[in-house]
């Protein structure tokens, strides 16, 4: 079955009696000495979007160039990340991971722990590419969502990126099946497909999401709304829609050409604002 709308722009539930951790705890592994910008994007998105709490893990030279950016992520050393991965509800893993041998081998050993947990993850950029690497047969975590490119997706599947591009909802599908997973294949018109290979395709979005960081922004956005409850696919369908919206009424203000990642942030709350309008 393959569906352009979301499912009615479900938003999750805001109760008023309420605290920090009732809107969900995400932990963000992401960033490394060259890509600093992946780690903040991806962090402060999922905030954006509800999230309560936010914990980016990395390395110390990261932790400190964000802790000069933002004071509303909590910061995890990355050798404490094993002991604390078990309080969050989410975990997403891979932007601007780097893929050189101490990442591949954080990498390996944080999803063999979470293939134990019953929690979503997310995994994207440099995760898809540590994971295209791996061998078939290693235990991934049940509750998965990958979200990957064209390039990306013909690393997975070991097949070219012109196939991916000819027919993204056969390869859509077919990384779900290989990876069991919720797959977002991130194309003009995203493909979203669920564990059960339902389909559906975005229609929101244009070419000011064609910059460095978008990715990010759109990763931290499906991990905040995992946290609040949402299942993966239905997470996945209104993070690519909000994502896009955002595109569009930031390339209203600031021109297709000039909108960056991270402007992307400030207009969020915009696209939620006008998805709550067509609830109504």
């Known amino acids: ?48 979007v509800g999230c309560g ?6 390395s110390p030279k990261v ?10 992520i ?11 991965v078990h309080d ?32 979503p993850v997310i995994i994207d950029a440099d995760g898809l590419n ?15 969502i990958i979200t990957p490119h064209p390039k990306e997706a013909s ?6 990126v012109d196939d991916i591009l000819d027919k993204p909802i056969q390869y859509a599908k077919e990384l779900t099946e290989k990876y069991n997973s919720t797959t977002v294949l991130k194309m003009h018109s995203t493909v979203v497909c669920s564990q059960d290979l339902d389909v559906y395709v975005n229609e929101t979005g244009n070419s000011a999401l064609a910059k460095a960081g978008s990715g990010d922004v759109l990763t931290g956005m499906i991990s905040g709304l995992c946290a609040q409850g949402m299942s993966s696919f239905d997470a996945a369908q209104l993070g690519v829609y909000l994502h896009g919206k955002a595109g569009e009424i930031a390339s209203g203000m600031l021109s297709e050409y000039s909108v ?9 709350p915009m696209a939620i604002i006008d998805t709550q309008k067509e609830l109504v």
């Open 1 to 48: 079955m393959v569906s352009k709308k979301t499912n009615k722009f479900k938003l999750p539930k805001r109760e008023q009696f309420s605290n920090k951790s009732t809107f969900g705890k995400v932990l963000n592994i992401a960033g490394s000495e060259y890509y600093t910008g992946a780690a903040y994007l991806s962090s402060i998105s999922a905030l954006k």
């Open 260 to 268: 960056l990642a991270s402007d992307l942030l400030n207009y969020i």
């Open 130 to 144: 540590l994971l295209s690497k791996m061998k078939d047969g290693v235990d991934l975590p049940k509750n998965l």
């Open 74 to 84: 909590v910061f995890l050393p990355i050798d404490e990340l094993k002991k604390k």
């Open 53 to 58: 709490y936010v914990a980016l893990s990395s």
């Open 63 to 72: 932790l400190n160039t964000i802790a000069l950016r933002s004071s509303d």
């Open 155 to 160: 690393r997975l599947l070991k097949v070219e």
């Open 88 to 119: 969050f509800n989410v975990v997403s893993i891979g932007c601007g991971l780097s893929t050189g041998v101490s990442a591949s081998i954080m990498f390996k050993s944080t999803l063999e722990t979470l293939s134990k947990l019953d929690v």
